[in-house]
């Protein structure tokens, strides 16, 4: 069974560092992995996508990585502002799919000191 | 329409009675996910609807939940009977097609919670 886990559990830094999240998977059979945001009281909102095939990702600020051989992927967070403050979630997407085919880790809750 | 839309946002409800919250996804997705997110903690798969598949209900905590989709499109999912630890917030979930692109876009969750 895939198990996802994110260290830290909680971070927080003060604005303008860079700095990363992890986000580690056991089963490496996957199709894809997703990082998520998601604010107080809010659904989760889509971050990033990588594929099993590629690397990483990038979108403005962020950068997410993917080792399939290792199971981990990182999400890079540079120059970090206040508004970055949410809780951070990965998905795993296992090949050959199925609904319980995606694993959610329990996420990364940041906080970023103005 | 233009992203994943979920009602209520908010239900408050007194236990024992029932409850439906309601998913309407993205514009031609075809694979539709419940999940639930109970206060500090991760989600919880409920059921998944994939075009006109028979749902994965394996999720459902309890006979209690019911779920279906009507036409391939809107999603009801029903409590019975409602109980305390049933409070959390119940996120819907889209995307094009299970698979090859598989990028799930969420609503904002409907907030239930029982008295």
């Known amino acids: 069974k895939q198990e996802v886990t994110q260290i830290p559990a909680a971070l927080s830094v003060p604005e303008g560092e860079n700095l990363v999240l992890n986000c580690s998977f056991t089963?490496?059979?996957?199709?894809?992995l997703q990082w998520f945001r998601q604010d107080p009281g809010k659904g989760l909102t889509s971050l990033l996508l990588?594929?099993?095939?590629?690397r990483e990702q990038t979108s403005g600020r962020l950068n997410a990585s993917l080792d399939k051989s290792s199971g981990r992927s990182t999400l890079y967070i540079a120059a970090s502002q206040p508004g970055d403050s949410a809780t951070y979630l990965c998905a795993v997407r296992r090949a050959g799919g199925g609904a319980d085919g995606l694993t959610f880790g329990k996420g990364t809750h940041l906080i970023i000191q103005p | 329409g233009a992203g994943v839309s979920q009602s209520p946002s908010n239900k408050v409800t007194e236990k024992g009675k029932d409850v439906e919250l309601r998913c309407d996804p993205i514009?031609?997705?075809?694979?539709l996910y419940w999940y639930r997110q109970s206060l500090g903690q991760g989600l919880e798969f409920l059921i998944y609807f994939q075009g006109n598949s028979a749902p994965d209900k394996s999720g459902l905590p309890s006979d209690r939940f019911s779920a279906e989709r009507t036409g391939g499109s809107v999603s009801t999912l029903t409590i019975q009977r409602t109980q305390q630890e049933d409070s959390a917030v119940y996120l819907c979930?889209?995307?094009?097609?299970?698979?090859?692109?598989?990028?799930?876009?969420f609503g904002e969750g409907s907030r239930l919670t029982v008295l």
């Open positions: 514009s031609g997705h075809t694979a």
């Open positions: 089963d490496s059979a996957i199709y894809n």
């Open positions: 979930a889209s995307s094009l097609r299970q698979g090859a692109i598989g990028e799930l876009f």
């Open positions: 990588i594929q099993s095939s590629q």
